[in-house]
């Protein structure tokens, strides 16, 4: 993986992250924007190491199972994560199962982690943009003619994308969807 890729999308989602900060998004909590870099390079660096690997290390989820503790301590709020964590687990694994394991360990426990941070709805909007990006860019490579049907593709870079859209505009997504 070149360098270039990792100041990329670290910059990229810093200023993402910046605007929100800026337009009043995280709270205007500074403790939310710390958090929400540290989210950032979390998800960029499992990305990366999923790009050229095709899996998510332990260390990588130990990183998410630490922030998503500190997320719980900091939003005093236990059982909206905690079913988060539960559910989307469940999902995932019976989805693998079902599918004859297509679906990774790594991208269970790792959305299963990010839902301590996430809670209960933007897990599950992180899922849905993570999936609709993958599904989208796989089209989009088959019809280049880049991969086949059965190439695999590195999930943990899609659902990464979700994670990070999610902690970001999650909840004004729900606001406009809501109508």
């Known amino acids: 993986m070149k360098k ?9 989602g810093s200023g993402l992250l ?9 709270g205007g909590s500074r403790i939310e924007l710390l958090y929400g870099f540290l989210l950032l390079l979390g998800v960029t660096v499992m990305a990366g190491i999923d ?11 130990l990183y998410f199972l630490i922030l998503g503790i500190v997320r719980l301590l900091l939003s005093r709020q236990i059982l909206n994560p905690l079913l988060a964590f539960v559910l989307m687990g469940g999902l995932l694994l019976g989805i693998a199962i079902l599918t004859g394991g297509q679906l ?3 991208d269970i426990k790792l959305m299963a982690l990010a839902g301590l941070s996430l809670g209960l709805r933007n897990i599950f909007l992180a ?4 999936s609709i ?14 991969i086949r049907r059965d190439t695999p593709l590195p999930f943990g870079v899609f659902l990464g994308a979700g994670i ?9 997504l ?3 969807y809501a109508g």
């Open 133 to 146: 990006l993958g599904t989208v860019i796989g089209l989009a490579l088959m019809a280049a003619g880049r």
């Open 18 to 26: 910046l605007r929100q900060f800026a337009a009043g998004g995280l």
């Open 104 to 106: 990774g360990g790594g």
């Open 164 to 172: 990070f859209l999610a902690y970001l505009y999650g909840e004004s």
């Open 4 to 12: 270039w890729y990792y100041l990329l999308v670290l910059l990229a």
């Open 51 to 61: 790009l050229q690997r095709y899996e998510i290390p332990g260390s990588v989820q």
């Open 127 to 130: 899922l849905a943009i993570g």
């Open 174 to 176: 729900w606001r406009w």
